[in-house]
């Protein structure tokens, strides 16, 4: 059974940073796409980054235009574990954030369809992230 888990989020001030790390366990392809969502209050999920974790992956991560150049997706050492790291960040960031997986995928599936929620098969709980002006 896939399971996946957030770790990270908090509150912090408008221009702080944030980590958070997520890890699927029980996976059973050698790859996937690993993406993170959220969804503020009263408002649609959205994606924010999404990335292919098998080789290649790191070259062409998907972002939403709100978060590029402010948010870095990454690989983590440990097999089927990514970060993002969240800088600059603003007020409207707030929100619960997700992250989830589709698997096995390829570089360019992820970097074009990464936000799009309905194609991820696995969820995690959320975390929350709140940023104070």
Do not use: H
């Not at 993406?35 to 939403?64: C, H, L, M, N």
């Not at 440990?78 to 698997?103: H, I, R």
Request: glycine letters at 16%.
């Amino acid at each position: 059974q896939v399971r996946m888990m957030e770790f990270g989020g908090g509150s912090v001030q408008a221009g702080g940073s944030l980590r958070l790390s997520c890890a699927a366990s029980g996976w059973t392809y050698d790859t996937a796409c690993m993406g993170w969502f959220r969804q503020a209050p009263g408002k649609e999920r959205e994606g924010v980054a999404a990335i292919y974790t098998g080789t290649g992956g790191g070259d062409s991560p998907y972002y939403a235009d709100s978060v590029k150049g402010r948010f870095t997706i990454s690989q983590d050492n440990a097999k089927n574990t990514v970060s993002l790291q969240m800088n600059s960040l603003k007020p409207e960031d707030t929100a619960m954030y997700f992250c989830a997986a589709l698997g096995p995928g390829t570089p360019n599936y992820c970097y074009t369809y990464g936000g799009d929620s309905f194609r991820f098969n696995w969820w995690g709980q959320g975390t929350q992230v709140n940023v104070s002006p």
